[in-house]
């Protein structure tokens, strides 16, 4: 079983930055069972969106149109964490941020529970 711990997330002005973590446990091998990891979010009425995408080494990443450019994933699988740097923060980015295990050997996935983040405009 793997856990998942975000934290990170809070208020933050228009044009700020913030940068969520995700820390996993329960994992072992982390990178060497090819866990893809992937940071979501919901916005109060919508459906949950895939934002980022990092692949179990790091060599494959993909971003959500909206967040290209201000975003960057990244993983350190020795600490078994993956985060998300958002820069430029607008609005729309206020969401709850969820992460994402997905284990490529067998096809389980893993959530975690959340962190908010708000942006006041």
């Known amino acids: 079983q793997v856990q998942l711990v975000e934290s990170g997330g809070g208020l933050v002005q228009a044009g700020g930055s913030l940068r969520l973590s995700c820390a996993a446990s329960g994992a072992s091998g982390f990178s060497r069972d090819s866990f893809v990891m992937s940071w979501y979010r919901q916005a109060p009425g919508k459906e949950r969106e895939l934002v980022a995408t990092i692949s179990s080494r790091g060599g494959s990443i993909n971003y959500v149109d909206s967040v290209k450019g201000r975003s960057t994933i990244a993983r350190d699988n020795a600490k078994n964490t993956v985060y998300l740097q958002m820069n430029s923060l607008k609005h729309e980015d206020t969401a709850v941020y969820y992460c994402?295990?997905?284990?490529?050997?067998?096809?389980?996935?893993?959530w975690g529970q959340g962190t908010q983040v708000t942006v006041s405009s």
């Open positions: 994402n295990a997905f284990r490529t050997a067998g096809g389980t996935e893993y």
